[in-house]
T-cell receptor, first 114, second 111 residues
Framework: ETGVTQSPTHLIKTRGQQVTLRCSSQ?????VSWYQQALGQGPQFIFQ???????GRGNFPPRFSGLQFPNYSSELNVNALELDDSALYLC?????????????FGQGTRLTVV | GDSVTQMEGPVTLSEEAFLTINCTYT??????LFWYVQYPGEGLQLLLK?????DKGSNKGFEATYRKETTSFHLEKGSVQVSDSAVYFC??????????FGKGTRLHILP
């Protein structure tokens, strides 16, 4: 097992810029989900990718978009950054779309928008 | 929709004290229930889980029992340590695309 790795660990961006966050899923996992954790809050579901397609989406605007690659790694892209986008972004990988009992989380990327 | 409510913190205890963090949920069907822990500056680690009613999840001295009649999944530990200081999240997964988290409970253990 290689675990779930995210990069970068920290990032500072200016309002209006665009950002790309990356996630490498655990070996054998074909599903990646992204969550946003604002300071002092629980993680909120952004979207899920399964076999390179978006499988479900939470209550986030279209400027939050993603990709999943053939090796099941994934990217989260956020356009037109706003101050409220400052948060810890977590990705989780799992071997199925709906059974979360074996989901594993990465360490997260802390994004600060100034 | 599905939701999780957990007791607000911070919770401050002395070392070796008994810990309870309350968690209740609202969900259709039979969700899986989880407790995650987040240490300072780190991501989420699964602490324990239960997949059906009356199941008890346990790990590192922590326990939680899936109570469908009271829709609860309270976290307990008989004797806490300073190293247990962290934020604890109750969560559920209901066979769809996402895990739903509570707001988290910050735990401080004093030596």
């Amino acid at each position: 097992e290689t675990g779930v790795t995210q990069s970068p660990t920290h990032l500072i961006k200016t309002r209006g810029q665009q950002v790309t966050l990356r996630c490498s899923s655990q070996s054998g996992h074909n599903t990646v989900s992204w969550y946003q954790q604002a300071l002092g809050q629980g993680p909120q579901f952004i979207f899920q990718y399964y076999r390179e397609e978006e499988n479900g989406r939470g209550n986030f605007p279209p400027r939050f978009s993603g990709l999943q690659f053939p090796n099941y790694s994934s990217e989260l892209n956020v356009n037109a950054l706003e101050l409220d986008d400052s948060a810890l972004y977590l990705c989780a990988s799992s071997s199925t779309r709906t059974d979360h009992t074996e989901a594993f989380f990465g360490q997260g990327t802390r994004l600060t928008v100034v | 929709g599905d939701s999780v409510t957990q007791m607000e913190g911070p919770v401050t205890l002395s070392e070796e004290a008994f810990l309870t963090i309350n968690c209740t949920y609202t969900a259709t069907g039979y969700p899986s229930l989880f407790w995650y822990v987040q240490y300072p500056g780190e991501g989420l680690q699964l602490l324990l889980k239960a997949t059906k009613a009356d199941d008890k999840g346990s790990n590192k001295g922590f326990e939680a029992t899936y109570r469908k009649e009271t829709t609860s999944f309270h976290l307990e530990k008989g004797s806490v340590q300073v190293s247990d200081s962290a934020v604890y999240f109750c969560a559920l997964g209901n066979r769809d695309d996402k895990i739903i988290f509570g707001k988290g409970t910050r735990l401080h253990i004093l030596p």
